[in-house]
């Protein structure tokens, strides 16, 4: 069965400074995956995805996500935060040849501080 | 193109009523999946279904249940409403391959 870690629920960083979100997957093969962001009171919005290829994947609003097979990791990254990235951010697994049943972690609140 | 809409955005029951949600896809995928998220339990799948057939599900009881209409269009029904209920209801739409999901605003049920 598929499932997914992320390891931080809540995270608090200074404007300006750079982030790390970690997340860890269990899935028998490649997995498709993604990072999301919710704010409040709203549905997910995709950052990025990882299906193959380049390890090193860019998505929407400067945010960028590695995989590491060796490590069962997607941990989503962006060197400058900015106070609109406040919210929670979602890493889920899904399998190729249905990633329409994906499965999500628990989340990560981000927190900036001015 | 237009985005996955859900109706209505807001819900609120009383326990032992049933509700129907709705979910219109992106124009052009044949995939809609459901998810429930809740404080204590997260994102959890609900069900897929593409070109009106349930493709997946969740392990949820028989009180949900879903269908897809040949638009593509997904309605999910909860019958026999209890408190535990009460969340955010997700839908989301994909393509043929349904290699990325696309989610809406969701429905907020409120189960008193």
């Known amino acids: 069965a598929q499932s997914v870690t992320q390891p931080d629920i809540h995270i608090t960083v200074s404007e300006g400074a750079s982030l790390e979100l970690r997340c860890n997957y269990s899935y028998g093969a490649t997995p498709y995956l993604f990072w999301y962001v919710q704010s409040p009171g709203q549905g997910l919005q995709l950052l990025l995805k990882?299906?193959?290829?380049?390890?090193l994947v860019q998505g929407i609003k400067g945010f960028e996500a590695e995989f590491k097979r060796s490590q069962s990791s997607f941990n989503l990254r962006k060197p400058s935060v900015h106070w609109s990235d406040a919210a929670e951010y979602f890493c889920?697994?899904?399998?190729?040849?249905?990633?329409?049943?994906?499965?999500f972690g628990d989340g990560t609140t981000l927190t900036v501080k001015p | 193109k237009a985005g996955v809409t859900q109706t209505p955005r807001y819900l609120i029951k009383t326990r032992g009523q049933q509700v129907t949600l709705s979910c219109s896809p992106i124009?052009?995928?044949?995939?809609v999946s459901w998810y429930q998220q809740t404080p204590g339990q997260g994102l959890q799948f609900l069900f897929e279904y593409f070109s009106e057939t349930q493709r997946n599900k969740g392990n949820f009881p028989g009180r949900f249940s879903g269908r897809q209409f040949s638009n593509s269009r997904s309605e999910m029904n909860v019958s026999t409403l209890e408190l535990g209920d009460s969340a955010l209801y997700l839908c989301?739409?994909?393509?043929?391959?349904?290699?990325?999901?696309?989610f809406g605003p969701g429905t907020r049920l409120l189960v008193l």
């Open positions: 889920a697994v899904g399998a190729p040849t249905n990633a329409g049943k994906s499965t």
């Open positions: 989301a739409s994909g393509t043929k391959g349904q290699e990325t999901q696309y």
């Open positions: 990882y299906f193959s290829g380049d390890t």
């Open positions: 124009s052009g995928h044949r995939s």
